[in-house]
């Protein structure tokens, strides 16, 4: 009995022996997978959709983050033939850090400047597969909310979307001639006063517009940025080439500055002279290349004269990249 007994011990032992070998199997890194398909699927994730009838128009949506739009009947068009039927509203709505990092954007403007934003939007219909022309038959119009009750007046910019050119970046213009059918309520074209709580206006084009102040009226300097530890390859607008991004969220204001004009070897800078001296704020750096996932951040760094920060990044996680994100709305 005691032999049958101590067999069986034996054989236990063997086949958990066994299975402690048997370790469990590590997926294999997917090689293709960079920051520009990270932005894709980022970009998905922040898209609202609507399916409407032309029949139940006007009507006014309200989104997410408290956007109102209000399309009335005969507003878009297909190569100049107004939509009749189903079509599908397809809205990115940025109000928070993250919903800008997320979307592959920034608060830069084109000519060296840096805005404060009072959130921004993305407006696209297509019937179908097909999207509806650019420039409307009739005005959208749109409703933001104001973050800032003491902020009376705002500015409306036109977003420049490069997405799929090589080497393009994304900033914020001057609104072009076709954006506004009329001029908006309060002031000139492009002048927004807040009224019940939010800033009103209306779009004659689809594409991307942000209700923007200039970030601080202060002396301002250069932020320079030196990156080790992970690929240096900077990325271009939604990772369109290369791999790597490096962004500045300015506390207390939804500023998020994307650094990717070229500095020395391994570096990027702000616009000259853009960045207010004395704002603090969190540096983050990330890199998404072959499969693999690189991040460096900083809180806390106070803009002082032309300083230049050392940012060291580290193989990480595609889920601790974007917990970092996240975090950039506290």
């Not at 050392?310 to 506290?330: F, G, H, K, P, Y």
């Amino acid at each position: 009995m005691k032999k049958n007994l101590f067999l069986a011990l034996f054989a236990a032992s063997l086949i958990f022996a066994g299975c402690s070998d048997d370790k469990p199997a590590v997926p294999p890194v997917d090689t293709n997978y960079n920051a520009k398909e990270f932005f894709s699927n980022s970009v998905k994730d922040l898209l609202q959709t609507v399916t409407v009838n032309t029949a139940d128009l006007p009507k006014t949506f309200t989104l997410g983050g408290g956007t109102k739009i209000t399309i009335d009947d005969g507003t878009f068009a297909i190569g100049g033939v107004p939509i009749t039927g189903n079509f599908t509203l397809e809205v990115i709505e940025c109000v928070k850090p993250s919903h800008i990092v997320y979307s592959g954007t920034n608060t830069n403007l084109t000519y060296g400047e840096i805005l404060a934003s009072d959130g921004f939007i993305f407006i696209n219909a297509k019937q179908g597969e097909t999207n509806a022309d650019k420039n409307l038959l009739k005005n959208i119009d749109v409703q933001i909310k104001q973050t800032d009750l003491d902020r009376e007046w705002t500015q409306l910019w036109e977003g420049i979307d490069t997405a799929g050119v090589d080497g393009d970046q994304f900033a914020w213009n001057d609104l072009s001639a076709d954006a506004v059918l009329v001029d908006q309520p309060g002031g000139g074209m492009g002048e927004i006063k807040g009224q019940d709580g939010f800033f009103p206006f209306k779009l004659g084009k689809l594409g991307w517009f942000n209700c923007d102040v200039y970030w601080d009226y202060g002396p301002k300097t250069t932020l320079f940025i030196k990156i080790t530890g992970g690929p240096v390859d900077f990325a271009s607008y939604q990772g369109g080439t290369g791999s790597t991004c490096v962004f500045f969220h300015g506390y207390g204001d939804l500023v998020v500055a994307q650094l990717y004009t070229p500095y020395g070897t391994n570096g990027v800078q702000s616009y000259d002279d853009s960045m207010p001296i004395g704002k603090k704020g969190t540096l983050l750096a990330f890199s998404i290349k072959e499969g693999k996932f690189y991040l460096a951040k900083q809180e806390n760094v106070e803009i002082t004269e032309d300083r230049e920060v050392s940012l060291n990044m580290v193989e990480t996680t595609e889920a601790t990249i974007q917990a970092a994100i996240d975090a950039l709305d506290d």
